[in-house]
């Protein structure tokens, strides 16, 4: 009512992140033959976002198991050529294969096709995300 950004969109935010990020390995998300369900997720919120701000997502792998992977996000508003930072947080998925009959999800291996493409960033990195 007031303007602001409901804080679930920052998770919205971040997908979308994270599927212009699969498309920048040559990727889609729905043809891995795996999924990629949340296994956690956390945001710290700095300052709100408005209604029809531009926003700016700053996704990094901060983690690559066999099985999961954990991305650290900022996201920002863009205004005068400058990014004020609003939130930060952290998602952690898993990679899951689904049973055609039960429809259980079970742990599975990242496709050895697309763990070659992703790995984690560099520590100096990660430090500096964190500060």
């Avoid at 729905?30 to 956690?40: D, F, L």
């Amino acid at each position: 009512m007031v303007g602001i950004v409901h804080f679930s969109n920052f998770f919205r935010y971040v997908e979308a992140a994270e599927t212009a990020f699969y498309r920048s390995l040559g990727l889609s998300i729905t043809n891995m033959g795996v999924g990629w369900p949340r296994v956690h997720a956390e945001f710290d919120y700095k300052r709100p976002l408005r209604f029809e701000d531009t926003v700016q997502v700053t996704l990094t792998v901060v983690e690559r198991r066999p099985r999961s992977i954990v991305y650290a996000a900022k996201v920002g508003k863009v205004e005068d050529g400058a990014v004020t930072e609003c939130a930060r947080g952290k998602v952690a998925i898993a990679c899951v294969k689904e049973d055609p009959v039960t429809r259980q999800l079970t742990s599975t291996p990242i496709p050895a096709a697309v763990a070659a493409l992703i790995e984690a960033a560099p520590e100096a990195d990660i430090e500096d995300w964190m500060r």
